[in-house]
């Protein structure tokens, strides 16, 4: 695959979308989807500035982010990866780190299919069995299928960013979800080192 073109994943009909962690086998798919969206989600002024990311920088993206806890996974459906999901420390200062902000990218032909809807609820439950705490999102405030796709799954507003991000010619706004992972902030933690 050249990484400039995406290759269409038709859904076979009745097919399942399986969740599952990625694997080193996904990292082609995953990188076509990235591209995808960083590509069609700005101006083609600012793609052509923006770090040019390759299948080894991903491959060793998951590889430190797996053997650090941090989720990485995929839905993938007739064998083939159409979206993925991770997270990231929140910040780097060890008090933070119980606390995590995730991202999902969905192949262009399965958006609005169900599969970020399939895909948040696994990152949620393995980023509560790996004991973070916290879980922040931020989300494009016009993204309104988004934002109702982090309430159904227990987000809630708890901050607006405005004119934080520039694309197709005018300043965006950035909203901030939260929610608690398992008991939240209603215990304290177990004992992580820190660093």
Known sequence: MSGEAINPVAPARGALITVRPSRDDDVEAMLAIYRHHIRY??????????????????KRQRK??????????VAEL????I????????????????????????????????????LLPSLIDSCAAAGFRQMIGYIDAENLASIRLH???????????PAVGY????????????????????????????G
């Open 41 to 58: 989600g700005v101006e083609p002024s600012a793609v052509a500035a923006a770090d040019p990311f390759d299948i080894e920088d991903l």
């Open 167 to 194: 694309k197709f010619g005018r300043w965006t706004d950035s909203m901030m979800m939260q929610r608690s992972l398992g008991p939240g902030s209603t215990t304290p933690p177990a004992q992580w080192p820190a």
């Open 64 to 73: 430190n982010m797996r053997s650090n806890r941090f989720p990485h996974i």
């Open 83 to 118: 979206g993925y999901a991770y997270v990231v420390p929140f910040r780097k200062r060890p008090a933070y780190r119980y606390t995590v902000k995730h991202s999902i990218y969905v192949h262009p032909d399965h958006l609005r299919a169900g599969v970020g809807s399939r």
């Open 78 to 81: 007739g064998g083939v990866a």
């Open 151 to 161: 309430e159904n799954c227990g987000f809630r507003q708890v901050g607006l960013l």
